[in-house]
Each structure stands twice: as structure tokens, then as C-alpha cells.
């Protein structure tokens, strides 16, 4: 699609962009509303499952799809996957319980994992790695705007009307993306000749989900070292190797393992595993400190993250079009990796309003330096004809490490939440029940878990019910389990932070190869062959 005029380009973009802002409007909207949503289910003890099974179906979907598209081209994978999200929402929006929305959220995280690889890809088809640093900036930025949009609106909204709306009310537009890129995308024929590696999808998903399902359920339903955990770690692995074998038979490989070889795919998808671990493993807690320990309702808490999105969306812009103007970008990531580790940093410390906002601009111009990076890099690493399936593999190693890292930091909270619990409500200062009818006292300590503190009206209706001698007691316990769960929080921002300092050290390591300046010259011998030059029509690859 290089050959098409700037004019259908830029058409094909819109399309694109809409698409992307319609799965990730869906996405944002239900951010700060989350906690509130899972509260009126009486499904808290599920709370990062309803994280854990978007990454999950995402995940699957987005690797399957990569190698796809390049068979068959990215056009009715990305109708498939606005479909698959637009059914998705609509049946979320009408769970009656947290097991049927967990279930609806898969399906559709499946549509999100479909769109997410097929719309980076064809940015990649579109415009040769030198111009498209400006793209991915401005992809990036299309997220970022749905960030500040998206919290804001969705706290609004369940705090005004009923939740099941944030789900639906967003579904004319993607009527209007489906209907944009079945006019505007065009065609791509289909290749004689080609085989689907079935055996390779199959052994592939036999293989994350498992894994996954381990590192969610470790720690929470069953001990690190029990049977189960090991018994789906360990299928996990034998399932790997299979799927490692099948790779080096078939003929067209759903993962081809020769990219590993290229130093650049290897590295990049590594930190972007590593740093999401620390990232998304962190970033899912700020609705609970700001909501559960700030006591700030859906509504504000929603402006609270406010400027982190801002920041994070016009450092995005600014970053594409200097990548495209100086033909680098490691240098980007050196500089925001250690922004985005001070932001963090903060968040660890932070123990006021002010103190939040100021941590999460910080972190939000790290990230608009840093996230149009190393999908990037991988991209101009490789073969054009293997352009879907490098760009799956890097969003495969961002989802693994978003899921698992979500999963290690809910045990890290779990753990530290049951520790601060008991010390705060055993502690000298903790509210003394003793002198209370028993009945009241049961009812309220029936309050005593950070669930609570997300459905503020409740709290507030319950304090408002109460005789005037226990107003102050209830008070004082629910401070009380405020300042348990900042504490816990802030080890889970201390874990964050650890985390991205490694993906930090791993940056040194990217080696930068020159952005190309034209795709035609990708298909003939392909990336793993081509040396390492920065002239123009020319493949360069990192050993």
C-alpha cells in the first residue's frame, strides 16, 4: 500500500484511528468506574480477573492474528475485531453478575487484541519506517486521548447514571469504524499456495493460557507451591516445547523463531515485557488510592488522572515527528524510561492529592517519550512481508508481561493488604467496639475490607444511618483502613518502580539501526540477511 497517494493514505489512517479510538475508548472509560462496577457485582475478590481475561483473549488474539494478516491482509481481521469488541461491550453491558461480565470482557478483549495488532500493522503497509515514527505518534496520541477523555466521562457517568451504559454508549462508533474501513481499506489478494500452522495456534494457546491462569490464580486461590500452580506451570512448559518443534516443521510458522535471532526483536520485546509488568502491574492500583484512600469519587478521580493523559498524548505527537525528522529514537527511550521511574518513584511517597498529580505528569511525559519506540524498532528490523507477525510478537510480550505482571502485583497486595488490615484494626488507636451493641458492631465491621471504600455512596449512607455514638467509631475505622491500604499501595508502586529501572538497564542494550526510508526493497532476501546500512531502499537487521 506504499504506492497509494498521501490524500488515500491519510483517508485509510482516519479509518484506522477510529477504529483504534473505539476499542480504546471502551477500554478507558471503565477505568476509574472499575472498582465502583465490581463493588455493585459483590465480585472485589475478583477484581483483576476482570483485568487479567481482557489481557488473556487479547493476547491470544493478537499473535494469532499477526501471522493472518500477512497471509491474507489486515482488512477483514480488522472488521472481524471491531465485530468481535462491538458484541463484546454490548453483552458486558448487560451482566447481572461478575462471572458473566469476566466472560463477556474476554470476548471482548478478543475483538481488542484483533484491532490492536491489525491497526499498528497497517500503519507499517502505509508508510516506510522513516515516516512512520510520525504515525505511531500520533496512534499513540489516539490512545492518549481516550485517556483523558475516557476516565473523566466513565467516572461521570457512574456516578450519575446506571454503569451498564459505559458499555453501550459508545457503540454507533463502531458502527462508524466498521463502516469507514469496509469503504476505505483496500484489499489485499490472497496469495496461492499458503498454509495455515494450526498445529503451531494450537500448541501457542495450549501454552499462554496455562501460563497465565498460573501466575493469576498463584498467590490468591491457590499457594505459589501447590499442585495446581505447578501442574499448570509445568503444562505450560511441555506445551512450549512442543510448539517450539512444530515451529521449526511447518511450512508457514505462526511465530517463525528466526525473528529471536535478530537482536533488536529480542531486546525490544523484552523490555516491552518487562515494562509493562511494572507498568500495567502498577498503573490498574491509582483508581484504588485515589478512590479508596483519597475517599475522591469516579467523577473527580477521573480529572485526577486528567493531566498524566495530556502530557502522555502531546509527548507522544512531539516525540513521532522528531523521530521522523532525525531518523533516531533510542535516544527517546533514555530519556523517558528514567522520567516515567521518577514518576513512579513518586507514587511510593505521595500521601496527598497534589502529591498524585504531580506523579502522574511526570510518568505521563516519560511514557509519551518512550511508548512509540519499540514497536518501532522492531518493525525496521525486519522484512516487510514478516511486518504482521513481528508486530503481534511485540504486542504478545507486552500483554504477557501486563497479565502477569498484574497478577504478581495482586499477590504482592493481597499479602500486604492482610498484614496492614490486621496491624490497623489491632493497633492502640483502632476504634473500640467493645461498648457498642453487638449487632451494630458485627454490621459494622462487616465494613472492615478496602472493598467498601470504592462505593463511597454506601459508606456515606451507612455513617449517615448510624446513632450518633457510633458515627465516630465507624469513622475511625474506615481512616483506619485507608491508611492500610496507602501503605499497601505504596509497596506496589515500590515493585513498579524496581521493575522499570530493569527495563531501564536493558535500553543500553538496543542496538538502533537506522530508519528506512522505503519498503520495497524488505521482500527480496528478507531482514536476517540484509547488512546493516543506513542507505535508502536498503533492509538493515541487528545480529
Same mark, same amino acid.
Given at each position: ?45 475478583? /477484581? ?33 475485531? $471491531? ?15 461478575? /462471572?458473566?461480565?469476566?466472560? /463477556? ?56 447514571i446506571d454503569w451498564h451504559w459505559l458499555f453501550w454508549i459508545f457503540l454507533p462508533l ?74 521449526? @516443521? ?59 493523559s495530556l502530557c502522555m498524548v502531546i509527548t507522544s505527537a512531539i516525540t513521532g515527528q ?38 502522574? $505528569? $511526570? ?112 469513622? @475511625? ?42 519498503? @520495497? ?23
Amino acid at each position: 500500500m506504499e504506492h497509494l497517494t498521501l490524500k488515500r493514505k491519510i483517508t485509510i489512517m482516519i479509518a484506522i484511528m477510529a477504529a483504534m479510538f473505539f476499542a480504546a475508548i471502551n477500554q478507558t472509560i471503565t477505568s476509574t468506574a472499575m472498582p465502583r462496577i465490581i463493588a455493585i457485582l459483590d465480585g472485589m475478590d475478583y /477484581y483483576t480477573w476482570t483485568i487479567n481475561i481482557y489481557l488473556l483473549t487479547s493476547t491470544i488474539a493478537t499473535i494469532l492474528v499477526g501471522k493472518l494478516s500477512d497471509m491474507f491482509g489486515r482488512k477483514p481481521f480488522i472488521l472481524i475485531g $471491531i465485530l468481535f469488541f462491538m458484541v463484546g461491550a454490548f453483552l458486558t453491558g448487560t451482566s447481572t453478575d461478575v /462471572y458473566q461480565f469476566i466472560i /463477556y470482557r474476554g470476548i471482548q478483549g478478543i475483538g481488542a487484541g484483533i484491532i490492536q495488532s491489525t491497526a499498528f500493522t497497517a500503519v507499517g503497509d502505509l508508510f516506510p519506517p522513516r515516516e512512520r515514527g510520525k504515525w505511531m505518534g500520533l496512534m499513540t496520541a489516539v490512545f492518549g486521548f481516550s485517556s483523558v477523555l475516557g476516565p473523566t466521562l466513565g467516572g461521570y457517568l457512574v456516578d450519575h447514571i446506571d454503569w451498564h451504559w459505559l458499555f453501550w454508549i459508545f457503540l454507533p462508533l463502531g458502527i462508524v469504524a466498521f463502516i469507514m474501513i469496509m469503504m476505505l481499506f483496500p484489499k489485499v489478494d490472497k496469495k496461492k499456495g499458503q498454509h495455515i500452522d494450526y498445529w503451531g495456534s494450537l500448541f501457542l494457546t495450549t501454552t499462554i493460557v496455562p501460563l497465565l491462569l498460573a501466575f493469576s490464580w498463584a498467590g490468591t486461590e491457590y499457594p505459589w507451591g501447590s499442585w495446581q500452580i505447578l501442574s499448570l506451570i509445568g503444562g505450560a512448559v511441555v506445551s512450549a516445547l512442543i510448539f517450539i518443534f512444530v515451529e521449526t @516443521q511447518v511450512k508457514e510458522p505462526i511465530l517463525p523463531l528466526h525473528l529471536f535471532k535478530n537482536g533488536v526483536v529480542t531486546i525490544s520485546n523484552i523490555i516491552g515485557f518487562i515494562m509493562n509488568f511494572g507498568l500495567m502491574g502498577a498503573m490498574i492500583y491509582i483508581s484504588f488510592y485515589v478512590q479508596g484512600v483519597l475517599a475522591i469519587s469516579p467523577t473527580y478521580a477521573g480529572y485526577v488522572t486528567l493531566p498524566m493523559s495530556l502530557c502522555m498524548v502531546i509527548t507522544s505527537a512531539i516525540t513521532g515527528q522528531l523521530i521522523a525528522k532525525s531518523g533516531k529514537y533510542k535516544r527517546f527511550a533514555l530519556i523517558g524510561m528514567p522520567i516515567m521511574i521518577i514518576g513512579m518513584g513518586i507514587m511510593i511517597f505521595m500521601n496527598s492529592l497534589w502529591m498524585t498529580i504531580v506523579s502522574l $505528569i $511526570i510518568f505521563g511525559i516519560g511514557l509519551g517519550l518512550g511508548m512509540p519506540v519499540f514497536s518501532l524498532a522492531t518493525q525496521n528490523a525486519v522484512s516487510h512481508k514478516e511486518l504482521g507477525v513481528v508486530t503481534a510478537s511485540t504486542q504478545l510480550f507486552r500483554n504477557l508481561g501486563g497479565t502477569i505482571g498484574i497478577a504478581v502485583m495482586g499477590t504482592v497486595m493481597s499479602n500486604s493488604l492482610t498484614k496492614n488490615l490486621k496491624e490497623a484494626l489491632q493497633s492502640a488507636s483502632a476504634p473500640d467496639f467493645s461498648k457498642l451493641d453487638p449487632k451494630l458492631a458485627q454490621n459494622m465491621l462487616s465494613f472492615a475490607n478496602p472493598q467498601t471504600l470504592m462505593n463511597k455512596p454506601l459508606v456515606e449512607k451507612t455513617e449517615a444511618g448510624l446513632p450518633d455514638q457510633a458515627k465516630q467509631l465507624f469513622a @475511625q475505622m474506615i481512616d483506619s483502613i485507608r491508611d492500610a491500604l496507602g501503605n499497601t499501595l505504596s509497596t506496589v508502586f515500590l515493585t513498579g518502580t524496581l521493575v522499570l529501572v530493569v527495563a531501564l538497564l536493558l535500553v543500553f542494550f538496543l542496538k538502533e539501526l537506522p530508519l528506512r526510508s522505503t519498503n @520495497q526493497a524488505q521482500g527480496e532476501a528478507g531482514a536476517a540477511s540484509e547488512p546493516a546500512t543506513g542507505r535508502p531502499g536498503k533492509t538493515v537487521t541487528a545480529e
